[in-house]
């Protein structure tokens, strides 16, 4: 069982920035795609970043320029770097372990709070 704890949320202005971490409760990156999700109300959740045990990484198009993931191995932490915020960023982020070889099993973590806003 893997333990996936974010933090960094929080409420922020247009324009702004925030950094968004994950950490694991222990070493899973190699084998793990991991994720940044996001869902806003009334809407369904959708991939916002990930990262393979190879380190290539794929964007929502929305975020592309904007957000940068990126993983700290000795800290078994994934972090979202989000620039440039807008409005439409609103959203619950979650963060997502799978196992890259099988898809199998899929942990989530509980959820941040992000809010863009004025």
């Given at each position: 069982?893997?333990?996936?704890?974010?933090?960094?949320?929080?409420?922020?202005q247009?324009?702004?920035?925030?950094?968004?971490?994950?950490?694991?409760?222990?070493?899973?990156?190699?084998?793990?795609?991991?994720?940044?999700?996001?869902?806003?109300?009334?809407?369904?959740?959708?991939?916002?970043?990930?990262?393979?045990?190879?380190?290539?990484?794929?964007?929502?198009?929305?975020?592309?320029?904007?957000?940068?993931?990126?993983?700290?191995?000795?800290?078994?932490?994934?972090?979202?770097?989000?620039?440039?915020?807008?409005?439409?960023?609103?959203?619950?982020?979650?963060?997502?372990?799978?196992?890259?070889?099988?898809?199998?099993?899929?942990?989530?973590?509980q959820?941040?709070?992000?809010?863009?806003?004025s």
């Amino acid at each position: 069982q893997v333990q996936l704890v974010e933090s960094g949320g929080g409420l922020v202005q247009p324009g702004g920035s925030l950094r968004l971490s994950c950490a694991a409760s222990r070493s899973i990156f190699s084998i793990n795609v991991m994720g940044w999700y996001r869902q806003a109300p009334g809407k369904e959740r959708e991939l916002v970043a990930s990262i393979t045990p190879q380190a290539y990484t794929n964007y929502a198009d929305s975020v592309k320029g904007r957000f940068t993931i990126s993983e700290d191995n000795a800290k078994n932490t994934v972090y979202l770097q989000m620039n440039s915020l807008k409005p439409e960023d609103t959203a619950v982020y979650y963060c997502n372990a799978r196992n890259y070889y099988t898809g199998y099993p899929n942990y989530w973590g509980q959820g941040t709070q992000v809010t863009v806003s004025s």
